[in-house]
């Protein structure tokens, strides 16, 4: 009983936050992760499996097309390693949550240099000129 209830409130998170998504964005780029394989032999499996990326990614892409909306899936490969200014590639540890680039001097979280760098290669790939390109 207990674990149906948490369940039911992931699936209930998951619908809400991919509805507000779909709400305010007509085009929404995410990582195409393999987390099948990110969960195989992870210290990590447990808290993957418990933020129910899958499911999240799931409703996503149905309300996606229900909305007529375009998904941009990117591969995710450097996306934190890239210098999303300068495409300068770095590597970094995952204990490093600052993105500094040592060519053009560009200082953000990790996680904003990653979302700026998803956001550009999903709109190319839906054929979308990022508006900082039309400037």
Not at 5 to 32: A, P, W
Not at 86 to 101: D, F, P, Q, T, V
Not at 120 to 132: E, H, T, V
Request: hydrophobic share 30%; glycine share 4%.
């Amino acid at each position: 009983m207990h674990y149906q209830r948490i369940r039911n409130q992931r699936k209930d998170f998951c619908h809400k936050e991919s509805k507000k998504i779909i709400d305010h964005y007509q085009y929404i780029c995410v990582e195409d992760l393999d987390i099948k394989k990110m969960t195989e032999g992870s210290h990590l499996a447990k808290s993957i499996m418990d933020a129910s990326w899958n499911q999240f990614r799931q409703f996503l892409t149905y309300k996606v097309e229900e909305a007529g909306r375009k998904l941009g899936l990117v591969n995710p490969a450097y996306t934190t390693q890239d210098c999303s200014r300068c495409k300068h590639r770095e590597e970094k540890k995952l204990s490093e949550r600052m993105h500094h680039c040592s060519r053009c001097e560009y200082q953000t979280t990790r996680d904003l240099n990653a979302a700026e760098n998803i956001l550009a290669l999903g709109l190319d790939g839906l054929g979308i000129i990022p508006r900082s390109l039309c400037l």
